[in-house]
């Protein structure tokens, strides 16, 4: 379980396609306090540590993972937004979040509105549902908050805002038309669409 407040900026420094996609990735943490089996939340994916060392810790990218996740993401030279697993008694700053990705959305466009960034972003059907003004979404791991939703033919637009310190604490300091990222739905949002399906 994590909250979507990121704490680390990781870099993967090697990507080894084994059974699985072997990654290590370069990070701030003291991976002293890391223990192995723990989850860690790469740009919104929850992954298992399997090795560390000085300042990196490797995980197993699953094919499934790799098929759910935004394409290119696992290759050497990636930054990618860490967050550890929440302890019981840490601080809820940013809603609950799984680190299980549902989709993929594209940024359509990036606007500076003051000293922030208004970030349209489009997603398909299988997201559109789920998507509230006001509501909360993960996008590559980090909490924000839904602006305006306006439904598609074949999807859904959203916009978020990305504030100064939002953007220098993760990888969205350069975010541009076209970047494709991970997006996890609202856990309440999933729940109470399946009891609407389920009445069906």
Known sequence: ?????????????????????????????????????????CSG??????DKGDH??????SAETANCTVPGLWSEGTELNLERALKVGDELGGHIVTGHVDGIGEVEGV??????KRVTIIAGDAIAPYVAAKGSIALDGVSLT?????????????SINVIPHTAERTTFSGLTPGRKLNIEIDILARYLGRMMELRR
């Open 1 to 41: 379980m994590f909250t979507g407040i990121i704490t680390d900026i990781g870099r993967i420094e090697s990507a080894e396609q084994r059974g699985d996609l072997r990654v290590a990735i370069s990070c701030g943490y003291d991976t002293e306090d890391i223990d192995l089996g723990a989850s860690i939340a």
């Open 45 to 50: 994916a929850c992954l298992t540590v399997v």
């Open 56 to 61: 990196w810790f490797a995980v197993d990218v």
């Open 111 to 116: 606007l500076d509105v003051g000293d922030s």
């Open 146 to 158: 839904v602006n305006e939703v306006e439904n598609l033919s074949d999807g859904v637009r959203f």
